[in-house]
Protein backbone atom coordinates (compact mmCIF):
# COMPACT_ATOMS: atom_id res chain seq x y z
CA UNK A 1 0.00 0.00 0.00
CA UNK A 2 1.04 3.14 -0.69
CA UNK A 3 -0.02 6.81 0.40
CA UNK A 4 0.96 9.92 -1.56
CA UNK A 5 0.22 13.40 -0.79
CA UNK A 6 0.60 16.08 -3.03
CA UNK A 7 1.68 19.73 -1.76
CA UNK A 8 2.63 23.22 -3.24
CA UNK A 9 -0.18 24.24 -5.87
CA UNK A 10 -0.87 27.78 -6.07
CA UNK A 11 -1.91 31.03 -7.59
CA UNK A 12 0.26 32.17 -10.24
CA UNK A 13 0.49 34.45 -13.25
CA UNK A 14 1.12 33.19 -16.53
CA UNK A 15 4.83 32.98 -17.42
CA UNK A 16 5.43 31.87 -13.42
CA UNK A 17 6.76 28.69 -11.67
CA UNK A 18 5.39 26.82 -9.35
CA UNK A 19 7.20 23.69 -7.24
CA UNK A 20 4.60 20.74 -6.95
CA UNK A 21 5.87 17.61 -4.75
CA UNK A 22 4.57 14.81 -3.57
CA UNK A 23 5.18 12.63 -0.31
CA UNK A 24 4.86 8.91 -0.50
CA UNK A 25 4.58 6.50 2.61
CA UNK A 26 5.91 3.01 2.46
CA UNK A 27 9.17 0.95 2.03
CA UNK A 28 8.58 0.39 -1.58
CA UNK A 29 8.69 4.18 -3.46
CA UNK A 30 12.24 2.74 -5.65
CA UNK A 31 10.23 0.00 -7.17
CA UNK A 32 7.52 2.44 -8.31
CA UNK A 33 7.31 4.45 -11.53
CA UNK A 34 5.75 7.84 -10.51
CA UNK A 35 3.53 9.98 -13.55
CA UNK A 36 1.96 13.67 -12.80
CA UNK A 37 -1.41 13.92 -14.42
CA UNK A 38 -3.76 16.78 -14.82
CA UNK A 39 -7.97 17.58 -14.65
CA UNK A 40 -9.32 20.53 -15.77
CA UNK A 41 -13.10 21.11 -15.62
CA UNK A 42 -14.93 19.23 -17.86
CA UNK A 43 -12.02 17.43 -19.16
CA UNK A 44 -10.72 14.15 -18.93
CA UNK A 45 -7.54 13.59 -16.55
CA UNK A 46 -4.52 13.84 -19.05
CA UNK A 47 -0.68 12.40 -18.50
CA UNK A 48 1.56 15.25 -17.75
CA UNK A 49 4.76 13.06 -17.41
CA UNK A 50 6.24 10.20 -15.26
CA UNK A 51 9.89 9.08 -13.93
CA UNK A 52 10.95 5.72 -14.23
CA UNK A 53 11.47 3.74 -11.06
CA UNK A 54 14.93 3.55 -10.30
CA UNK A 55 17.32 5.41 -13.44
CA UNK A 56 15.01 8.75 -13.43
CA UNK A 57 14.30 8.29 -17.05
CA UNK A 58 11.54 10.83 -17.68
CA UNK A 59 9.08 11.30 -20.50
CA UNK A 60 6.41 14.14 -20.67
CA UNK A 61 3.59 15.35 -23.09
CA UNK A 62 4.25 17.78 -26.06
CA UNK A 63 2.75 20.87 -24.10
CA UNK A 64 5.04 21.00 -21.30
CA UNK A 65 8.05 19.71 -22.49
CA UNK A 66 10.87 22.10 -21.81
CA UNK A 67 8.59 23.99 -19.14
CA UNK A 68 8.54 20.97 -16.74
CA UNK A 69 10.79 19.00 -14.92
CA UNK A 70 9.95 15.88 -12.83
CA UNK A 71 12.35 14.70 -10.12
CA UNK A 72 12.64 12.03 -7.33
CA UNK A 73 14.63 11.17 -4.08
CA UNK A 74 14.17 7.95 -3.53
CA UNK A 75 15.47 8.22 -0.01
CA UNK A 76 13.03 10.66 0.49
CA UNK A 77 10.40 9.17 -0.93
CA UNK A 78 9.41 12.37 -2.85
CA UNK A 79 8.91 13.19 -6.53
CA UNK A 80 8.23 16.74 -7.67
CA UNK A 81 7.09 18.72 -10.60
CA UNK A 82 8.54 21.75 -11.16
CA UNK A 83 6.73 24.07 -13.40
CA UNK A 84 7.76 27.05 -15.14
CA UNK A 85 6.59 29.35 -18.04
CA UNK A 86 3.11 28.70 -17.04
CA UNK A 87 0.07 29.48 -19.19
CA UNK A 88 -3.29 29.82 -18.28
CA UNK A 89 -4.03 26.64 -19.57
CA UNK A 90 -2.02 24.33 -17.25
CA UNK A 91 -5.12 25.19 -15.02
CA UNK A 92 -6.27 22.01 -13.31
CA UNK A 93 -6.02 19.79 -10.82
CA UNK A 94 -2.15 18.10 -10.60
CA UNK A 95 -2.36 14.54 -9.80
CA UNK A 96 0.56 12.02 -8.79
CA UNK A 97 0.40 8.58 -9.20
CA UNK A 98 2.64 5.39 -8.34
CA UNK A 99 2.56 2.52 -10.70
CA UNK A 100 4.21 -0.82 -10.24
CA UNK A 101 5.63 -1.88 -13.70
CA UNK A 102 7.17 -5.02 -14.77
CA UNK A 103 10.20 -3.51 -15.33
CA UNK A 104 11.98 -0.51 -14.05
CA UNK A 105 12.34 1.36 -17.55
CA UNK A 106 8.85 1.51 -18.27
CA UNK A 107 7.21 5.00 -17.93
CA UNK A 108 3.53 4.11 -17.79
CA UNK A 109 1.11 7.41 -19.71
CA UNK A 110 -2.15 6.23 -18.73
CA UNK A 111 -4.40 6.70 -15.79
CA UNK A 112 -4.93 2.37 -15.87
CA UNK A 113 -1.01 1.75 -15.77
CA UNK A 114 -1.52 3.28 -12.07
CA UNK A 115 -1.95 1.80 -8.91
CA UNK A 116 -2.36 4.53 -6.08
CA UNK A 117 -3.59 7.86 -6.21
CA UNK A 118 -2.83 11.15 -4.45
CA UNK A 119 -5.95 13.52 -3.70
CA UNK A 120 -4.99 16.41 -6.13
CA UNK A 121 -3.42 20.01 -5.83
CA UNK A 122 -5.01 22.65 -7.75
CA UNK A 123 -2.51 24.47 -9.68
CA UNK A 124 -4.72 28.15 -11.07
CA UNK A 125 -2.19 30.29 -13.68
CA UNK A 126 -3.70 34.18 -14.28
CA UNK A 127 -3.48 35.39 -17.79
Do not use: H
Not at 33 to 39: D, Y
Request: charge should be positive; proline fraction near 3%; charged fraction near 15%.
Amino acid sequence: QVQLVESGGGLVQAGGSLRLSCAASGRTFSTYAMGWFRQAPGKEREFVGAITANFGSTYYRDSVKGRFTISRDNAKNTVSLQMNSLKPEDTAVYYCAAGRTRTIFQLPTTPGEYDYWGQGTQVTVSS
